[in-house]
Each structure stands twice: as structure tokens, then as C-alpha cells.
């Protein structure tokens, strides 16, 4: 594996590798000593944390996954206070990153550009992979890993994600983990998805399209009340107000598409509630007590899941899982 630019970089078989990783890395750091071996492991690597577009979690977890690992993080958040505030070309900036660390993690307000800083790199003489941390409404590849790990450990016990009913609310248009989740569902057995939004915000044509080509069952609905006793999980998303040209978000009521106690009430009892957060006021907070709320959890699975990415871009998932099978820095 080399870039990431979109859910195109995983398989069945990636992913599967991927969650296991995860989770031995999840076990290895629960002791001192287990994280001192894990921050021995690529310590003379550098990452480039360039995000031009806000984020509070990625970045973080993106960040302290790195220092997991031993790996030395630069940024850039403000492209004010870059070069490009002098004419610079995305181009040369990227380029320059690349001159100084081994790997660059990069979020953008629009689509397109991880795309344009990996083929940019296959022009010059010091490539270093590239990992796209959130292009614009377009693709959230790591976030739909730390998904997809969330899925697989809350129905470890049920035959994992195979054969789950899957439903996923809110800013379905808009939404660019909803749109990276979607594409990886095509490597799961008989998943049934049940999209539930406002036509205003309905899933675009081209997810859409993705589904039938994959022969992924699927349906649409606004009526929340009538999919919900039905569902595995639901992934409830925000409204996407930073995309808004026109004030859409302001002509939607939420509210028939938001999770509080009358809808705990109609859920099943062991299926998972999953936001990519931040939230608005689609989750209320006395739902987060439930023990279906998987949210935090699934936040916190962002970092293990992107040590597991950052760690298997570098080759060292061998001494990782090698670390854990053998126990050796397990609590007594
Ligand atoms: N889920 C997510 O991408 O959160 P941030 O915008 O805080 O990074």
C-alpha cells in the first residue's frame, strides 16, 4: 500500500488485515512497555499534517497515531500562513512538503486534490505516500476504516458485518463519510443498506449507481419510524452547513431524523448507534449513556485504526502482530 486517496486502495482482504491490526495494536499499547515498543518502531519517519480544512478528530487522531508509532509530525493548518499566501502553486508546496518528511496527510475544503498530490508524486524523484484525511463532499477513506472497524467489533459476536442491515441518516448528499462507507460496503456478504434523509439531501446519482453495479440492496426513505426496528446499526450524520451556497440547511427539520429516547425505545436491543461526529443536534446527548451508543468508542478507534494504516504504509505490522501473538507486553 502506498497512497490513499480513496476507499479504491482496500479490499476484503486489506480490510480484514487492517481491523486486525487495529486491534493488536489496541492490546500491545495497553502497557508502558507495549508503548514504548510500538514508539520504537519508525522513529526516523516524519509526517506532514497539512489540513487547509477545519477538523478536530482526524487531525488529533491522525497526529497522536503517528506519535504512536515514533513518527514526528509538522503541520500546516492555515494556508495563510504558508507560502502559497505568496503565489506558490499547490503544486510546488506539495512538493516541498515531500522534500522534508516521508509521508503527507492532507485534508482540502475541496475534491480532487489528494488525487492531484499522488500523481504528483509519481513525477518526481522522491515520492512519499499520501493520505487523504477528508477531500471536500467527496471521500473520507480513513474515517470509513475506522468505520468499518467499529462495525466489525460491535457484531464480532454476530459473524461480523456479513448479512447486517445497515442504515445511515441525515446530510446523505452532502455527507463524504456516508460516500466513502457506501463504496466499501461492496466488499461485505448480503449487507442491506437503508438510506434515510430528506429529499432535499437524498444520496447523490452516483452512489447510487455504485450500488446497482455492486449488486448492493438498498433503499431510500424519509419515514425514519418505519426502517428503525429493522436496522443493525444506524450511522447518523450531521447537516453539512459548510457546503451550503444558499442557506439549504436552514429549510430542513431535523428533528424527524434525529435519535432520542423514543427512538432508543424502537431500535433492537443490541444494534449500534455510530456518528462520525462532531454532532449538532441529530443525537441528543442523553442518548450517549445508551449502551447501543457507539460514538465514543468509534472516535477512539480512529487512532488504532490509523496507527494500524500508518504502520502498514511503513512495514511494521509484521512486529506488531508478532508482539502480540507472542504476549509479550500483555497485563499479567
Ligand atoms: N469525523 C471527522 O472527520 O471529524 P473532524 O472533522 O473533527 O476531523
Not at 522513529?43 to 487547509?52: C, E, H, I, K
Not at 460496503?185 to 439531501?201: G, N, Q, S, T, W
Not at 440492496?217 to 457546503?243: F, K, N, W
Request: proline share 5%; aromatic share 8%.
Amino acid at each position: 500500500m502506498f497512497h490513499v486517496v480513496d476507499t479504491e486502495a482496500f479490499d476484503r482482504k486489506r480490510l480484514d488485515q487492517l481491523c486486525e491490526l487495529a486491534t493488536a495494536v489496541r492490546r500491545v499499547a495497553k502497557t508502558a512497555e507495549g508503548s514504548r515498543f510500538l514508539q520504537q518502531l519508525l522513529p526516523t519517519r516524519r509526517a506532514m499534517l497539512y489540513f487547509t480544512q477545519p477538523s478536530t478528530r482526524t487531525f488529533l487522531s491522525m497526529n497522536n497515531a503517528c506519535h504512536v508509532l515514533g513518527i514526528r509530525t509538522s503541520e500546516i493548518r492555515d494556508p495563510e500562513v504558508s507560502s502559497e499566501v505568496k503565489g506558490e502553486t499547490f503544486e510546488d508546496s506539495i512538493r516541498t512538503f515531500s522534500s522534508y518528511v516521508d509521508l503527507i496527510v492532507m485534508r482540502t475544503p475541496e475534491p480532487g486534490y489528494a488525487a492531484r498530490a499522488a500523481a504528483l508524486m509519481d513525477t518526481i524523484p522522491r515520492p512519499v505516500p499520501i493520505i487523504n484525511a477528508g477531500s471536500g463532499r467527496d471521500q473520507h477513506p480513513t474515517q470509513a476504516l475506522l468505520d468499518i472497524y467499529t462495525l466489525e467489533r460491535s457484531f464480532e459476536d454476530r459473524g461480523g458485518i456479513d448479512g447486517r442491515t445497515i442504515g445511515m441518516m441525515g446530510d446523505l448528499k452532502r455527507g463524504r463519510t456516508v460516500r466513502s462507507l457506501s463504496r466499501l460496503m461492496c466488499h461485505y456478504e448480503d449487507v442491506r443498506l437503508v438510506y434515510i434523509a430528506p429529499p432535499a439531501f437524498e444520496i447523490e446519482p452516483d452512489i447510487r449507481a455504485f450500488l446497482d453495479s455492486h449488486e448492493i440492496a438498498y433503499v431510500e426513505t424519509g419515514r425514519l419510524h418505519e426502517v428503525l426496528p429493522e436496522l443493525d446499526a444506524i450511522y447518523v450524520t450531521r447537516m453539512q452547513s459548510e457546503h451550503d451556497t444558499a442557506g439549504e440547511s436552514a429549510n430542513v427539520d431535523l428533528s424527524d431524523f434525529s435519535i432520542d429516547e423514543r427512538e432508543l425505545a424502537q431500535m433492537k436491543p443490541d444494534a449500534v448507534i455510530m456518528h462520525p461526529l462532531p454532532r449538532g443536534r441529530e443525537i441528543h446527548p442523553r442518548v450517549d449513556a445508551d449502551p447501543r451508543a457507539m460514538y465514543w468508542r468509534q472516535e477512539r478507534n480512529g487512532m488504532w485504526m490509523r496507527v494500524a494504516l500508518l504502520a502498514t504504509i511503513f512495514d511494521s505490522q509484521d512486529a506488531i502482530l508478532e508482539a502480540d501473538t507472542r504476549g509479550l507486553y500483555r497485563e499479567d
